[in-house]
């Protein structure tokens, strides 16, 4: 019977093994744990990171929409302007026969003409298709105007009326 006892050793062993089947047991469901963890890390980082790129996307989005409607309001502007500035040289290509006589008259028209000319390049205006003609058929003008012999009134209202159809002419965009 005393065989049958295990002995001191023996209990011993059996004590270690267990104990090592515990630890290996508990290893291998924390690594099962941590290996679910990692998962479900490595899937939501993903999902943040797709997530914050959509908001980057629709940001950008809504910015380019804003600044798309900016730069239309701000060409529907200048449109206006340059069309409120050139109706005004037209005004006074008309006035100028009723306001000045004979060569005043002509010289008037020559500043006019200048003034109009460095509108169109301050405006950056000079090389639409359009101006880029007029300025080609007619860039000589105030020199013709100015050179010109004493005119009659239906002389200088004829010039004054070609001045205000050339302006009239101008592309503004």
Not at 34 to 62: F, P, S, V
Not at 84 to 103: D, V
């Amino acid at each position: 019977m005393l065989a049958d006892v295990p002995t001191f050793f023996h209990q011993l062993w059996n004590k270690g093994i267990d104990i090592w089947a515990a630890i290996i047991a508990s290893t291998i469901s924390a690594g099962i744990v941590a290996g679910i963890a990692t998962a479900a890390w490595r899937w939501n980082k993903r999902r943040d990171l797709r997530h914050e790129e959509q908001k980057q996307h629709q940001q950008n989005r809504i910015a380019a929409e804003f600044a798309e409607q900016r730069r239309v309001l701000d060409e529907q502007a200048r449109q206006r302007r340059l069309a409120e500035e050139l109706s005004i040289f037209i005004t006074q290509g008309k006035e100028i026969p009723s306001k000045h006589a004979g060569m005043q008259g002509l010289i008037c028209l020559a500043d006019l003409w200048d003034t109009y000319l460095a509108w169109l390049k301050e405006n950056k205006l000079e090389h639409l298709p359009s101006n880029l003609a007029i300025l080609n058929e007619y860039r000589e003008w105030s020199r013709g105007l100015r050179g010109g012999s004493v005119p009659t009134l239906p002389g200088l209202t004829q010039r004054s009326g070609d001045v205000v159809s050339v302006l009239r002419r101008t592309q503004l965009s």
